[in-house]
């Protein structure tokens, strides 16, 4: 996956994988949506398998534990696809 995408870029594609996954509306998943509120433990590591498939990268345990939130996601993938950790 390119580091080229754009923060947009990378939302629709976060939101589509978790409405997808969780069988929701993509107008139901927003940056401020919680995983923990949205899904459980099971889905959320599922969601995180997913996310490195879609943009080919690593999510430890330990990162995955740190994303809250759609918006920690997504801020975590842009991070990671620009080559900081």
Do not use: H, N, P, Y
């Amino acid at each position: 996956m390119s580091a080229s995408l754009s923060e947009s870029e990378i939302e629709a594609k976060v939101v589509e994988a978790i409405a997808d996954q969780l069988g929701v509306a993509r107008t139901d998943v927003t940056r401020a949506s919680e995983f923990d509120k949205i899904c459980d433990s099971l889905d959320k590591a599922e969601l995180m398998m997913e996310f490195e498939d879609l943009f080919e990268i690593s999510i430890t345990d330990e990162a995955a534990s740190k994303l809250t939130t759609v918006a920690d996601a997504i801020e975590f993938i842009q991070r990671t696809l620009a080559g900081g950790r």
